[in-house]
């Protein structure tokens, strides 16, 4: 082990494979920067945060009062709307039921059965009538038609519904003169028949009641007829029906559009201090984590960069020595077990040899070497074994300590994992190497 191509020195040799979970602990390591790192990221943002936050006081609270109108104009558009769009449907509804259901809107305006007679107001068999009178009495039989009881009755006889019965049957009055013509239509010329004759009958019985009243008039028929025709009235009123129909239908469309297009104001924040607080929190713990990642980062590109070992086998497992100790994250007595277990490896390497002056150097720090060389001297002081163990400092730089070195009996190279340099050991080594002194093994913190 005194030989330089032993160690295999490879100064053009750049290149180190690295774990990435040994570079994580290797940046943990360094856990109270790292912690430093994240509180004053988080601080800083969340400071900031909190003071963008408050000096947007003002329009903050102006941007949500205009939220707030916008919002309440949404919500009662949106209600007008579900109100109207109700009132649509249900109109549709209803004047698609009376449609389909209708007895009316089911004739055929081209082929429409039809049975018509006229009457005729006569004065009494022994007077006169003037024409107030005449009005009076045809409107009386006008209101008993449509006001009246006549139609009641003649539904309930011919099995029909009052309104379905109110859609066939037509009482018009001339505007001058003793006439008025009743109309019926049906599905056929024998039931347009039926029903005006039913209602002509039921009109002559309710007349009774009327002249009591009015005086002894009578009513006479005449122009009486039945016929199969095209009802332009009704063709006009089923269009209308239809047409009334589509404009609501259309216009119930056109409030759903509306309705749906309506878009509802973005909602903005409301200035409190709660609200300002929360969010200064919020953005602190991003900021916290985004310095913890940050602070990990460029502790492990440092890692990187400087070439720093992470491991005993980088050293080791490259130059062939032996591992003494491995003292790197272990307690204080762990850290004593494992002092007395390097001293009996040394002294099987040393066998029967006593009082060898064995220096401990290496790129670890000054307080860990001294106090290990304390802890082997007086371990080795207990033992008998007339060891001496002398901390060397920079034998890198320093003549002297490298002097020193080349005095000693063997060496123990001490590195600290995650601080101990990769290219450093290897120089350390090479000089240790050129000194022609053996090296015991390694220690590590």
């Keep these: 082990m005194t030989q330089k191509e ?25 856990w109270k920067l790292i912690l430093l790192a994240g509180i004053l990221l988080g601080g800083l943002l969340g400071s900031y945060k909190i003071f963008t936050i408050r000096s947007q006081k003002d329009s903050m609270i102006e941007e949500y009062d205009n939220y707030k109108a916008k919002l309440d104009a949404y919500k009662t558009s949106i209600k007008d709307y579900k109100t109207s769009i109700a009132d649509y449907q249900e109109s549709i509804a209803s004047l ?25 107001v006569a004065a009494p068999a022994d007077g006169s009538i003037t024409e107030d009178e005449i009005t009076a009495v045809k409107n009386a039989l006008y209101n008993e038609v449509y006001f009246g009881n006549t139609l009641n009755e003649v539904a309930s006889k011919r099995g029909m519904t009052v309104s379905d019965l109110r859609e066939l049957v037509t009482f018009k009055l001339t505007s001058t003169g003793a006439t008025m013509r009743l ?6 010329e024998e039931e347009a028949e039926a029903i005006r004759d039913d209602v002509l009958s ?14 002894d008039y009578s009513i006479k028929v005449f122009n009486k007829g039945t016929q199969t025709i095209t009802d332009t009235s009704l063709q006009s009123y089923q269009q209308k029906q239809q047409d009334a129909l589509a404009k609501l239908q259309t216009t119930c469309y056109t409030a759903q559009n509306q309705s749906t297009n309506l878009v509802k104001p973005p909602a903005v924040p409301q200035y409190s201090k709660k609200y300002m607080l929360m969010n200064g929190i919020k953005m602190a713990v991003v900021g916290f984590a985004g310095g913890i990642i940050l602070a990990m ?26 591992t003494l100790a491995d003292l790197s994250g272990k307690s204080a007595a762990q850290k004593t077990e494992m002092a007395d277990y390097a001293l009996a490896r040394i002294g099987n390497v040393l066998g029967k040899d ?20 304390g802890i082997l001297n007086k371990k080795s002081a207990a033992s008998g074994s007339g060891n001496a163990f002398v901390h060397i400092h920079g034998i890198m730089t320093d003549a002297e300590a490298l002097k020193s070195a080349a005095g000693m009996d063997e060496i123990i190279l001490a590195e600290e994992i995650g601080k101990s340099d990769y290219e450093t050991v290897r120089k350390e080594i090479a000089l240790i190497a050129e000194s022609g002194k053996p090296i015991l093994g390694t220690v590590y913190f």
């Design 183 to 188: 109309t019926v239509i049906s599905e056929n």
């Design 297 to 322: 980062i460029v502790l492990m590109a440092r890692i990187v960069q400087k070439g720093v070992i992470l491991t005993p086998d980088e050293i080791d497992g490259e130059y062939g020595l032996r």
């Design 6 to 30: 032993f160690y295999d020195f490879r100064e053009e040799n750049n290149t180190r494979q690295v774990s990435l979970l040994r570079l994580v602990k290797g940046a943990l390591k360094n």
């Design 354 to 373: 006593r009082d060898h002056r064995i220096g401990i150097v290496g790129t670890a720090a000054d307080k860990r070497l001294e106090s290990l060389a």
């Design 202 to 215: 039921t009109l002559e019985t309710k007349h009774k009641a009327i002249a009591a009243a009015m005086g």
């Design 96 to 120: 698609s039921d009376y449609c389909e259901n209708s007895p009316k809107m089911k004739m055929d305006a081209y082929h429409c059965p039809t049975a018509t007679l006229d009457l005729k």
